[in-house]
């Protein structure tokens, strides 16, 4: 069909969508030159592409039905209304969100430009967001939602996330509908093409990348190239911002078309003319006025961008590098791609040292929409429904000043990122805001305001409300100047080539640079008690050992060691939200980065945060107090405090002393906190080399709420992993823990002294010179006899789970320097060379004065050890959970958990899946591996307590997993236990065991360790009283309840004593605390009545909620759930919601959520 043909065949169609919409969307699909819909079949996961797609909405305890216009999986969902000409009935005449016509009337959904009409498209796309939520369970959310008037309009909404994020207009405001008259336009086709047959296409995050792809290399090279010549890299990137945003201000006329590049150009040839040509060009921009440069008038820009235009000397390959940029498309580039170049740019050293790194698009997504997007849209749900129904019932006043009130709130939001980078999570979080700002302008407009002219004249979000606070002054800088682009380019996407107001870059100094978690009143060199200036290495500087040709650390390169005077805990400005992604610095490496003065001081004034918690826990701990603080706006006061923040952290946050933040805030009897959202172990790509990394987010608001949490389920390398990888999530609902988890409590169980003092992470060496061959080692008692007692059989986690080549240890603990120098020359000198040089840079003063022993010698737990031939070890972090003897003697190290149990019986319950399972539930991960943290996985573990006949055969099971394993692998000593484990997993799971598997199977007898793992289950189950039935979830229930148990036990004086020899040689009871012990039955709710809001928008959000809370329900018993609410109130809330698509109307005069 001709597309003059299809316009005028449909621009007059009228009456019921039923009637014509199959019609149009086929023809449509002609015009465009895609597949038409295929038949529908008598299975719905059949129809992947169909008119009237079944869904089934699911509702508490029951569900209703609906039929999606057009479907086609993975793709779209379109609802069609129909709407009739212009001498319909006049708007007053025929009020808003009645119930549709019968068919018959065939009048359409009320006439075109009406109130009636807008109301119907309104309610369309949010029938359409339901279907989307619907079919998302087993299709995942489509990526656009199209709603169509026959024959008059196409409204585009879009989510590129896959989680259901939330569907805005596409590509924005102004051109999200599409008219009949618009199809003339080849690129409008395109795009309807492309969301049929290539959707994902259309992500402007991706169309982004590709500009970023297209150029970080040759501005990497650029940047590389100036620090080469010796030029800092501030100044270098200051000067690469003044290039692309020129770049920008060219694309988007804000400076005359291509005149940047035409000048660049020109300096072809002439390279010494570049650099004063340039800063004459800025200083122009700066001041605005002639510039002779380019021989044109200027705006004025200032905003300190341009306040120093220093430009530096280019030679001929960096000016043809400016000029291959300068000829991209810079108008639709990812503002967020500015910081990303110039942060390639730098020198890697740099980069790493100020933990520096690069966040794909969709992640900050992930994390900026349920932080701020979330709760502003169902602030908005409800003021839209208020708006709708003030206006249905002819008081368009006030349904102009509710949206009005929005609007103001919405300019005024504050959203603080203290740890901003290059301005990724602010940038984002301003894009979104703006289309959500589209979303209420829109319905402004609709009402008859004419909301772009209090736009142009300030009224509107604006870089102003979004803070940032970051250390590198290059990158504070880099975030600025990214806020101000993703402005200007909403700007002009919403008012065409309208100007913006002079100067067009504001300074509102609204991006602080400083350190974001302390402050300090001065520093002063920190001297010994000789009065001498206390220096550290300086971290990176290593020179070659002329003995071992090792690279150690150069004891010349020194730096001074300060003291902070008068720290203080740093303050934040005040902001509604906090969103960010911390530095990513760990324990080990904050001693590398910081001195030792920066970290007393922090501790100092954060005595609440562990001092073993990574560094990005002082910014939670910031965060929490803040959220826990806030009050919302009224009529006379603002607000105060934080109402939601979301963070990125190391997967660590799971473990143990990183929890210990989370915990006491998320507890607090009073103000506690809830994690509103959570993904823990979360894909993560570092941008400079590609590393994979594990990530943990959190969300988190003051009060008592449930949250969202994600599980990945599915993940596939992206085709650039810089930008992310695609991931699917698996979504629960219930009280998120500080372990990141729902369901039971482990993290909130109490140690049990019938556990105490057995378990130890094993020795930390702290130095790779205390492990020799064997063979060295077998000189060293040959020429020295006595050293034999010293020199043990070396194990790590490594060793355990796979094979590794065996080691000995030197274990001189208990030795004084002299002793050792004396008794043992050979170990000495040994030690001296290859420990000696790397501890002698160690912060710690202890393994620095003490560098011939183990940084941790683990003397306390010795005592435990003593007696035994034989200890249980296991890994501390492997994806399998895998217990083994090995004798007493052997140094185990830190990567490694050891057990002074000796006992098989002890072997059969770890090696449980009732202990498997409470580890892994207990314990946080490393990367994607599970880690095994003894004071949560051990030390509050209830051991069952068996008869004597039970004892007996469980430790004949222990007896015989240790001897099997231990002979296949001696058998086959290329054998490892976790291609043992591997093969179990799979024999489990049903799946084929062939080719390597097979011979795994066959030299560990694997049909064998299954039933003895078997076998060794039921066992345990008998011991606890238990069924072998249990899932793993009712067995984390039943023992966080057993340990609850154990404990008040415990605090009335009967300990359950794993070894009592040990424990309690005396055999004395331990004595009862004086308080009763009682059982723990949780908080309760209270049963009071909510009062009933004053203002509409607030009725509406409190009837929304109480209709999620009851699933389905009636007027009345909505009312019910109040003080004072008139069913005659409730009830048209409930229809406003229907009509609007937020709720709907099921059988019996019942509404569901």
Same mark, same amino acid.
């Given at each position: 069909?001709?597309?003059?043909?299809?316009?005028?065949?449909?621009?007059?169609?009228?009456?019921?969508?039923?009637?014509?919409?199959?019609?149009?969307?086929?023809?449509?699909?002609?015009?465009?030159?895609?597949?038409?819909?295929?038949?529908?079949?008598?299975?719905?996961?059949?129809?992947?592409?169909?008119?009237?797609?079944?869904?089934?909405?699911?509702?508490?305890?029951?569900?209703?039905?609906?039929?999606?216009?057009?479907?086609?999986?993975?793709?779209?969902?379109?609802?069609?209304?129909?709407?009739?000409?212009?001498?319909?009935?006049?708007?007053?005449?025929?009020?808003?969100?009645?119930?549709?016509?019968?068919?018959?009337?065939?009048?359409?959904?009320?006439?075109?430009?009406?109130?009636?009409?807008?109301?119907?498209?309104?309610?369309?796309?949010?029938?359409?967001?339901?279907?989307?939520?619907?079919?998302?369970?087993?299709?995942?959310?489509?990526?656009?939602?199209?709603?169509?008037?026959?024959?008059?309009?196409?409204?585009?909404?879009?989510?590129?996330?896959?989680?259901?994020?939330?569907?805005?207009?596409?590509?924005?405001?102004?051109?999200?509908?599409?008219?009949?008259?618009?199809?003339?336009?080849?690129?409008?086709?395109?795009?309807?093409?492309?969301?049929?047959?290539?959707?994902?296409?259309?992500?402007?995050?991706?169309?982004?990348?590709?500009?970023?792809?297209?150029?970080?290399?040759?501005?990497?090279?650029?940047?590389?190239?100036?620090?080469?010549?010796?030029?800092?890299?501030?100044?270098?990137?200051?000067?690469?911002?003044?290039?692309?945003?020129?770049?920008? /201000?060219?694309?988007?006329?804000?400076?005359?078309?291509?005149?940047?590049?035409?000048?660049?150009?020109?300096?072809?040839?002439?390279?010494?003319?570049?650099?004063?040509?340039?800063?004459?060009?800025?200083?122009?921009?700066?001041?605005?006025?002639?510039?002779?440069?380019?021989?044109?008038?200027?705006?004025?820009?200032?905003?300190?961008?341009?306040?120093?235009?220093?430009?530096?000397?280019?030679?001929?390959?960096?000016?043809?590098?400016?000029?291959?940029?300068?000829?991209?498309?810079?108008?639709?580039?990812?503002?967020?791609?500015?910081?990303?170049?110039?942060?390639?740019?730098?020198?890697?050293?740099?980069?790493?040292?100020?933990?520096?790194?690069?966040?794909?698009?969709?992640?900050?997504?992930?994390?900026?929409?349920?932080?701020?997007?979330?709760?502003?849209?169902?602030?908005?749900?409800?003021?839209?429904?208020?708006?709708?129904?003030?206006?249905?019932?002819?008081?368009?006043?006030?349904?102009?000043?509710?949206?009005?009130?929005?609007?103001?709130?919405?300019?005024?939001?504050?959203?603080?990122?203290?740890?901003?980078?290059?301005?990724?999570?602010?940038?984002?979080?301003?894009?979104?805001?703006?289309?959500?700002?589209?979303?209420?302008?829109?319905?402004?407009?609709?009402?008859?305001?004419?909301?772009?002219?209090?736009?142009?004249?300030?009224?509107? %979000?604006?870089?102003?409300?979004?803070?940032?606070?970051?250390?590198?002054?290059?990158?504070?800088?880099?975030?600025?100047?990214?806020?101000?682009?993703?402005?200007?380019?909403?700007?002009?996407?919403?008012?065409?080539?309208?100007?913006?107001?002079?100067?067009?870059?504001?300074?509102?100094?609204?991006?602080?640079?400083?350190?974001?978690?302390?402050?300090?009143?001065?520093?002063?060199?920190?001297?010994?008690?000789?009065?001498?200036?206390?220096?550290?290495?300086?971290?990176?500087?290593?020179?070659?050992?002329?003995?071992?040709?090792?690279?150690?650390?150069?004891?010349?390169?020194?730096?001074?060691?300060?003291?902070?005077?008068?720290?203080?805990?740093?303050?934040?400005?005040?902001?509604?939200?906090?969103?960010?992604?911390?530095?990513?610095?760990?324990?080990?490496?904050?001693?590398?980065?910081?001195?030792?003065?920066?970290?007393?001081?922090?501790?100092?004034?954060?005595?609440?945060?562990?001092e073993n918690a990574d560094y990005v826990m002082y910014w939670w701990e910031k965060?929490?107090?803040?959220?826990?603080?806030?009050?919302?706006?009224?009529?006379?006061?603002?607000?105060?405090?934080?109402?939601?923040?979301?963070?990125?952290?190391?997967?660590?946050?799971?473990?143990?002393?990183?929890?210990?933040?989370?915990?006491?805030?998320?507890?607090?009897?009073?103000?506690?906190?809830?994690?509103?959202?959570?993904?823990?172990?979360?894909?993560?790509?570092?941008?400079?080399?590609?590393?994979?990394?594990?990530?943990?987010?959190?969300?988190?608001?003051?009060?008592?709420?449930?949250?969202?949490?994600?599980?990945? /389920?599915?993940?596939?390398?992206?085709?650039?992993?810089?930008?992310?990888?695609?991931?699917?999530?698996?979504?629960?609902?219930?009280?998120?823990?500080?372990?990141?988890?729902?369901?039971?409590?482990?993290?909130?169980?109490?140690?049990?002294?019938?556990?105490?003092?057995?378990?130890?992470?094993?020795?930390?060496?702290?130095?790779?010179?205390?492990?020799?061959?064997?063979?060295?080692?077998?000189?060293?008692?040959?020429?020295?006899?006595?050293?034999?007692?010293?020199?043990?059989?070396?194990?790590?986690?490594?060793?355990?789970?796979?094979?590794?080549?065996?080691?000995?240890?030197?274990?001189?603990?208990?030795?004084?320097?002299?002793?050792?120098?004396?008794?043992?020359?050979?170990?000495?000198?040994?030690?001296?060379?290859?420990?000696?040089?790397?501890?002698?840079?160690?912060?710690?003063?202890?393994?620095?004065?003490?560098?011939?022993?183990?940084?941790?010698?683990?003397?306390?737990?010795?005592?435990?050890?003593?007696?035994?031939?034989?200890?249980?070890?296991?890994?501390?972090?492997?994806?399998?959970?895998?217990?083994?003897?090995?004798?007493?003697?052997?140094?185990?190290?830190?990567?490694? %958990?050891?057990?002074?149990?000796?006992?098989?019986?002890?072997?059969?319950?770890?090696?449980?899946?009732?202990?498997?399972?409470?580890?892994?539930?207990?314990?946080?991960?490393?990367?994607?591996?599970?880690?095994?943290?003894?004071?949560?996985?051990?030390?509050?573990?209830?051991?069952?307590?068996?008869?004597?006949?039970?004892?007996?055969?469980?430790?004949?099971?222990?007896?015989?997993?240790?001897?099997?394993?231990?002979?296949?692998?001696?058998?086959?000593?290329?054998?490892?236990?976790?291609?043992?484990?591997?093969?179990?997993?799979?024999?489990?799971?049903?799946?084929?065991?062939?080719?390597?598997?097979?011979?795994?199977?066959?030299?560990?007898?694997?049909?064998?360790?299954?039933?003895?793992?078997?076998?060794?289950?039921?066992?345990?189950?008998e011991a606890y009283g238990w069924p072998a039935t249990l899932t793993d979830d009712?067995?984390?229930?039943?023992?966080?309840?057993?340990?609850?148990?154990?404990?008040?036990?415990?605090?009335?004086?009967?300990?359950?004593?794993?070894?009592?020899?040990?424990?309690?040689?005396?055999?004395?009871? /331990?004595?009862?605390?004086?308080?009763? /012990?009682?059982?723990?039955?949780?908080?309760?709710?209270?049963?009071?009545?909510?009062?009933?809001?004053?203002?509409?928008?607030?009725?509406?959000?409190?009837?929304?909620?109480?209709?999620?809370?009851?699933?389905?329900?009636?007027?009345?018993?909505?009312?019910?759930?109040?003080?004072?609410?008139?069913?005659?109130?409730?009830?048209?809330?409930?229809?406003?919601?229907?009509?609007?698509?937020?709720?709907?109307?099921?059988?019996?005069?019942?509404?569901?959520?």
């Amino acid at each position: 069909m001709q597309i003059e043909d299809f316009i005028s065949r449909w621009k007059s169609s009228g009456g019921s969508e039923r009637a014509n919409f199959q019609t149009f969307a086929n023809e449509l699909t002609d015009l465009l030159g895609v597949p038409k819909p295929a038949p529908a079949t008598e299975t719905t996961r059949k129809n992947s592409y169909c008119f009237e797609h079944s869904v089934t909405f699911i509702h508490t305890g029951t569900q209703s039905r609906g039929f999606i216009d057009l479907y086609r999986a993975g793709h779209f969902v379109m609802e069609a209304k129909q709407g009739t000409g212009g001498d319909a009935a006049p708007d007053d005449a025929q009020p808003a969100l009645l119930p549709d016509l019968p068919a018959h009337a065939r009048k359409g959904h009320g006439a075109r430009g009406t109130r009636r009409w807008d109301d119907t498209m309104l309610r369309a796309r949010n029938q359409a967001d339901g279907y989307a939520r619907a079919v998302s369970r087993d299709d995942g959310w489509p990526p656009f939602l199209l709603i169509v008037d026959v024959g008059h309009v196409i409204e585009v909404y879009a989510d590129f996330s896959g989680q259901g994020q939330g569907y805005t207009q596409y590509p924005d405001g102004n051109r999200y509908r599409i008219t009949m008259d618009d199809l003339r336009d080849e690129k409008t086709r395109e795009r309807l093409r492309l969301i049929w047959t290539d959707p994902h296409a259309l992500d402007p995050s991706k169309i982004s990348a590709q500009v970023t792809r297209e150029v970080a290399d040759r501005l990497a090279a650029l940047g590389r190239s100036f620090e080469g010549q010796g030029h800092e890299p501030e100044a270098v990137a200051r000067f690469l911002m003044r290039c692309l945003f020129t770049m920008f /201000a060219e694309d988007v006329d804000l400076i005359p078309r291509a005149s940047f590049s035409d000048l660049l150009k020109r300096l072809r040839g002439h390279p010494a003319h570049a650099a004063p040509s340039l800063k004459a060009l800025w200083e122009t921009m700066n001041t605005g006025g002639f510039s002779t440069v380019l021989t044109t008038d200027l705006k004025r820009f200032n905003g300190g961008l341009f306040k120093q235009a220093d430009a530096l000397p280019l030679s001929e390959m960096q000016l043809s590098l400016l000029i291959d940029a300068a000829t991209r498309d810079w108008r639709e580039v990812e503002p967020a791609i500015f910081g990303t170049l110039l942060e390639r740019a730098l020198d890697k050293k740099q980069r790493h040292k100020l933990g520096a790194h690069y966040t794909p698009r969709a992640y900050v997504e992930r994390l900026v929409v349920p932080t701020i997007i979330d709760p502003l849209r169902a602030d908005w749900r409800d003021v839209q429904a208020a708006a709708v129904a003030l206006a249905a019932q002819g008081r368009e006043d006030e349904a102009r000043d509710t949206v009005r009130a929005f609007h103001a709130r919405l300019c005024e939001i504050r959203v603080l990122d203290p740890a901003c980078g290059s301005g990724n999570f602010l940038y984002v979080a301003l894009e979104l805001m703006k289309r959500l700002e589209g979303e209420v302008t829109a319905l402004l407009a609709d009402l008859g305001e004419d909301q772009g002219a209090l736009s142009l004249a300030g009224h509107t %979000v604006d870089p102003h409300q979004f803070l940032g606070i970051e250390l590198n002054p290059w990158a504070a800088a880099v975030a600025e100047l990214v806020l101000w682009i993703g402005y200007l380019q909403w700007h002009f996407r919403t008012h065409g080539k309208a100007s913006p107001a002079e100067p067009v870059l504001r300074d509102f100094k609204n991006i602080e640079n400083r350190d974001a978690v302390l402050t300090w009143a001065g520093t002063k060199p920190r001297l010994d008690d000789a009065g001498r200036p206390v220096t550290r290495w300086d971290g990176q500087t290593t020179i070659t050992h002329p003995v071992t040709g090792e690279q150690v650390p150069d004891p010349a390169a020194r730096v001074a060691v300060l003291d902070y005077l008068k720290p203080q805990a740093a303050k934040w400005p005040e902001a509604e939200y906090i969103i960010g992604n911390p530095p990513f610095i760990g324990l080990r490496t904050i001693r590398q980065s910081y001195d030792d003065g920066y970290l007393e001081a922090l501790r100092a004034v954060y005595p609440k945060v562990p001092e073993n918690a990574d560094y990005v826990m002082y910014w939670w701990e910031k965060a929490a107090l803040a959220a826990r603080g806030w009050k919302p706006a009224t009529d006379k006061t603002r607000a105060k405090g934080t109402r939601r923040f979301g963070l990125i952290a190391t997967n660590s946050l799971r473990q143990t002393f990183n929890r210990k933040v989370l915990e006491p805030h998320l507890s607090d009897p009073k103000t506690p906190l809830s994690l509103t959202f959570a993904i823990p172990d979360h894909p993560w790509v570092d941008a400079s080399d590609g590393a994979a990394v594990r990530i943990a987010m959190t969300v988190a608001e003051a009060g008592k709420a449930l949250g969202q949490l994600g599980t990945v /389920a599915d993940e596939r390398k992206g085709e650039y992993e810089a930008e992310g990888r695609p991931v699917r999530f698996q979504i629960e609902k219930g009280r998120i823990f500080a372990d990141l988890r729902i369901g039971a409590d482990v993290v909130g169980t109490s140690e049990l002294k019938a556990n105490g003092g057995l378990g130890c992470v094993g020795f930390q060496l702290t130095g790779q010179g205390f492990l020799l061959s064997p063979s060295h080692a077998a000189k060293i008692a040959e020429i020295e006899p006595r050293s034999e007692a010293h020199l043990k059989p070396w194990i790590g986690g490594l060793a355990i789970q796979r094979y590794a080549e065996p080691k000995i240890a030197i274990d001189v603990c208990g030795l004084s320097l002299d002793e050792l120098r004396t008794d043992f020359p050979l170990i000495f000198q040994h030690l001296k060379d290859t420990v000696w040089p790397e501890r002698r840079e160690n912060t710690r003063k202890s393994v620095r004065e003490h560098w011939w022993v183990y940084g941790e010698a683990r003397n306390t737990f010795r005592p435990a050890l003593a007696g035994l031939e034989r200890v249980i070890v296991t890994s501390l972090t492997a994806a399998q959970r895998i217990f083994v003897f090995t004798p007493a003697k052997t140094i185990a190290d830190s990567t490694t %958990v050891m057990f002074a149990l000796d006992d098989a019986l002890a072997m059969s319950v770890l090696s449980s899946r009732y202990h498997v399972v409470w580890a892994l539930g207990a314990g946080g991960t490393l990367e994607d591996r599970p880690r095994y943290n003894k004071s949560l996985c051990f030390d509050p573990f209830p051991f069952p307590d068996p008869t004597d006949a039970q004892k007996t055969y469980l430790r004949s099971l222990g007896e015989q997993l240790d001897a099997h394993r231990k002979a296949q692998q001696k058998a086959h000593p290329k054998l490892t236990l976790t291609a043992m484990y591997n093969v179990l997993e799979k024999l489990r799971a049903g799946e084929r065991i062939e080719g390597k598997d097979r011979e795994t199977y066959d030299q560990g007898l694997i049909g064998i360790l299954r039933d003895l793992h078997d076998q060794i289950d039921t066992a345990v189950a008998e011991a606890y009283g238990w069924p072998a039935t249990l899932t793993d979830d009712e067995i984390l229930h039943r023992l966080v309840d057993l340990n609850r148990t154990r404990a008040a036990e415990e605090a009335r004086g009967h300990i359950r004593w794993l070894r009592a020899d040990y424990q309690n040689p005396a055999g004395r009871a /331990a004595v009862a605390k004086g308080e009763q /012990a009682t059982m723990d039955i949780g908080p309760t709710e209270s049963t009071a009545k909510a009062p009933w809001p004053k203002t509409l928008p607030e009725q509406i959000a409190a009837v929304r909620g109480a209709l999620g809370d009851l699933g389905t329900a009636t007027p009345e018993q909505v009312a019910r759930q109040f003080q004072r609410a008139r069913v005659t109130s409730v009830q048209p809330l409930l229809e406003s919601l229907a009509a609007l698509g937020q709720a709907r109307l099921v059988e019996g005069g019942r509404f569901a959520a």
